[in-house]
C-alpha cells in the first residue's frame, strides 16, 4: 500500500471520529476561497474541526484563509465547508496541497465544488462577476499526479477532457440565473503567484483563451478528478487583470478579499439554489 493511501485512510479515520455523520450520509464539499469564508454562517449545527487535528493536512498562512472545515446543514444537505488552503507560493509541494481535497474525496463527497477569487483576463468581465469554470489552464508547472501511482486512488494517466463536472456546472448556471444573477462561463489560469501577472502575461493568457487567472484550484481539480470524484469550480471576479485599467492600476491582496467579500451573497443564494435542486446534481454525471 503506497504512502499516499495510508495518509489518506488515517485522515479519513480521524474526520470520521470527529464526525461520524460523514461516515454514514453522503456530503458535498466546497472549497471557500479569499474572502468566501463567511458563507459557512449560513450551515444549521456547525461543527468546526481546526485543521491541526486531521494528520497530513497543512496549515494556512494567508490571511482570509482561517485553516478549518466546518460541518453542518445546508437547507437540509450535509456540507463540509474547507475554509481556507494552501498554495504553491507558500513553499508546499503539489501533492501536499491537494491533501486535503483527496481525502474529503476519499472520505466519501458526492461532489467537490472549489471557489476562488479571481482576476479578469476577459476585458468583458467586471469586478464581482460570478463564473463557473468549464475548464482550465494549468500554468504552474507543477502537477499532483506526479511521483509514485496508487492505482486504486487513480489512473496514471488521467484523461481530464471532462474534469469539470457538466451536469453540477450547470446547476450552477441554472440556479444562479433563477435567483437573478449573471454567471459567466469560462477557463480559468492557475498560476503559482504570489505576485500578479504582468500585463504581458495577461495579453498572453488572453491569447490561449483564458478568460480568468487565480493561484489555485487547478492542482485540486486535477487531483478530485484523479480519485473518480466530481469536481466543479466557481470564481468570484475580485479585479480586473493587470495592463487592463490604465498605467496607474494597482492590485492588491486587501482589494481582492474586499471584493470577494461583498460577492459572498451572491455565492450564498448560488448555493442555496443549488442545494435546494440537487436533484439536477446530486445522483452522477
Known amino acids: 500500500m503506497s504512502k499516499l493511501k495510508v495518509d489518506l485512510d488515517r485522515a479519513v479515520k480521524a474526520l470520521y471520529a470527529r464526525c461520524p455523520i460523514l461516515e454514514s450520509e453522503p456530503f458535498l464539499a466546497v472549497v471557500l476561497g479569499s474572502g468566501l469564508g463567511e458563507v459557512a454562517n449560513d450551515l444549521e449545527d456547525p461543527q468546526v474541526i481546526p485543521y491541526d487535528q486531521l494528520p497530513s493536512f497543512p496549515p494556512t498562512t494567508v490571511k482570509g484563509h482561517l485553516g478549518r472545515l466546518v460541518v453542518g446543514r445546508l437547507d437540509g444537505t450535509l456540507i463540509v465547508l474547507k475554509q481556507g488552503r494552501s498554495h ?41 462577476d460570478l463564473m463557473v469554470i468549464r475548464d482550465h489552464l494549468n500554468l504552474t ?13 487513480g489512473p ?20 444562479a440565473a433563477e435567483t437573478s444573477l ?15 501577472e504582468t500585463p504581458a502575461e495577461v495579453r498572453w493568457m488572453r491569447l490561449i483563451g483564458a478568460d480568468a487567472v487565480g493561484m489555485s484550484t487547478v492542482l485540486e481539480a486535477i487531483a478530485v478528478h484523479n480519485l473518480g470524484a466530481r469536481v466543479a469550480g466557481l470564481s468570484v471576479i475580485s479585479n480586473a487583470a493587470a495592463g487592463t485599467l490604465g498605467p496607474d492600476q494597482e492590485i492588491t491582496h486587501a482589494e481582492v478579499a474586499d471584493v470577494a467579500g461583498a460577492a459572498t451573497k451572491s455565492v450564498r443564494k448560488v448555493l442555496h439554489n443549488l442545494v435546494n435542486h440537487r ?3 446530486w445522483d452522477g454525471r
Open 88 to 128: 504553491l507560493y507558500e513553499g508546499h509541494p503539489a501533492g501536499r496541497i491537494v491533501f486535503p481535497v483527496r481525502a474529503l474525496a476519499h472520505a466519501g463527497a458526492r461532489a467537490v465544488l472549489l471557489t476562488n477569487a479571481a482576476g479578469a483576463v476577459n476585458l468583458d468581465y467586471r469586478a464581482g
Open 279 to 281: 436533484e439536477r446534481w
Open 182 to 196: 449573471a454567471m459567466r462561463e469560462g477557463v480559468y489560469a492557475g498560476l503559482v503567484g504570489p505576485n500578479y
Open 156 to 175: 496514471r494517466f488521467q484523461d481530464l477532457s471532462k474534469c469539470w463536472d457538466r451536469p453540477l456546472s450547470d446547476a450552477m448556471v441554472t440556479a
Open 141 to 153: 508547472g507543477a502537477n499532483p499526479l506526479i511521483g509514485e501511482n496508487t492505482p486504486e486512488l
